[in-house]
């Protein structure tokens, strides 16, 4: 839709083909109905990918700044998320997603630009210096440009596929490794077993990759992390999925910036006869404190415990690592990590070097955005800069 508009402003003749019922079905669930739609902080450090630069001169030449604007002009009502009283740049319309949904397709009705819901695309063939597309009708449209802007695999439900990626492969332009990204992580059933008189429970933690021999992937993140029956999920979780692969382990402080072997010996010396779990639970959720207690083998008052004791407990809040065997893959996957190779795409126009006339936008190309408004902007940029071209 993004690209749509800027083309048809610039008076080419455009149709939209989307095999939803819909237009913009993402936008409208995304953000519990009502649409993180960018980021303040927004810039390339915030993107993964084999080339997350790539993404800087969209970035740079319509940035979330350009996009607050269009939103102010439509008469969207916005605010930004804060945490603890810590402003995080996440910035969510007041009333409902619908509005930018509505502010997308009124600008595409205004630009001229041809709307065919309920249409899919049956083949592609290269036609001279353009394009011919056979559409699930029956009907052939023929273009000089043809914009490839479907997204990734992630939330099936809602029809996605990889149907970009065939496009891609159709003109040999490579396809780098696909995942689910921004998806909670599971456990095996042993360690689940442990946890799962936690599910429910959530905590303000520091959550880390500990990626062996690969610094590239290292990160850590400062968010709420949720304990569920499958496993972790929450932002923190979210985040560091992106980050993580099999086999390796992530680290999650529960407590970030409290020494608990600190605080746990304040207490035993106040009031020794104190239980410990209770005291634990001074520090992180009664539930939790009771968990990690049992799970050191610390029991009783406080007086009747050694600093090594305390000292385990302190590494059990503080530096947890677990070893995930998994995620809960596409279907709650927010985005898909990697795709469409960005070294086949000139970063100035998202064309295809080798095939001219052919561009590939937002998640479809492999550059993933952190959780929190950076995918959608990835999304209006992406699909700003092919549209000043196509």
């Not at 914009?147 to 990626?165: E, F, Q």
């Not at 590494?315 to 898909?336: C, D, I, L, M, S």
């Amino acid at each position: 839709m993004m690209a749509a508009i800027e083309a048809g402003r610039r008076g080419r003749r455009v149709r939209v083909v989307d095999h939803a019922d819909r237009p913009g079905e993402k936008i409208r669930i995304s953000g519990g109905g009502r649409c993180n739609f960018t980021n303040l902080g927004c810039g390339p450090a915030n993107f993964l990918g084999e080339n997350p630069r790539f993404a800087t001169s969209a970035l740079r030449r319509y940035t979330q700044h350009d996009f607050v604007k269009r939103i102010d002009g439509a008469g969207i009502a916005w605010h930004e998320k804060t945490q603890n009283g810590r402003s995080l740049g996440q910035l969510f319309c007041d009333d409902s997603a619908k509005q930018i949904v509505r502010m997308l397709t009124d600008d595409m009705a205004a630009a001229g630009v041809v709307l065919s819901l309920k249409t899919g695309v049956t083949r592609i063939e290269r036609s001279g210096e353009g394009f011919t597309v056979i559409l699930s009708d029956g009907s052939q449209v023929t273009a000089a440009s043809l914009v490839v802007a479907t997204g990734g695999k992630s939330i099936p439900k809602m029809g996605a596929t990889g149907w970009a990626y065939e496009v891609a492969r159709q003109f040999d332009i490579r396809v780098t490794e696909t995942r689910p990204a921004l998806v909670p992580l599971t456990f095996e059933a042993g360690l689940l077993e442990t946890l799962t008189p936690l599910a429910g429970v959530a905590v303000d933690a520091s959550v880390a990759s500990a990626p062996e021999g690969a610094k590239a992937r290292k990160a850590s993140f400062n968010e709420a992390m949720l304990f569920t029956h499958r496993g972790l999920s929450g932002p923190a979780i979210l985040q560091i999925s992106s980050y993580w692969r099999e086999g390796e382990a992530v680290v999650a402080s529960m407590a970030p910036g409290r020494d608990v072997f600190e605080e746990l010996k304040a207490a035993k010396a106040s009031n020794g006869k104190q239980a410990v779990h209770t005291a634990l639970g001074h520090i992180v959720p009664r539930r939790l404190a009771e968990s990690l207690c049992q799970r050191e083998a610390a029991s009783g008052n406080l007086a009747d415990l050694s600093d090594k004791v305390l000292r385990r407990l302190d590494q059990a809040v503080n530096a947890w690592a677990v070893k995930p065997v998994g995620t809960e893959g596409y279907r709650t996957a927010e985005v898909t990590l990697g795709g469409v190779d960005t070294a086949a795409l000139d970063q100035q126009t998202m064309q295809a070097k080798a095939i001219p006339g052919l561009y590939f936008i937002g998640e479809a190309v492999d550059v993933t955005g952190w959780l929190g408004g950076y995918n959608f902007q990835w999304a209006w940029s992406s699909g700003w800069a092919a549209g000043q071209v196509c």
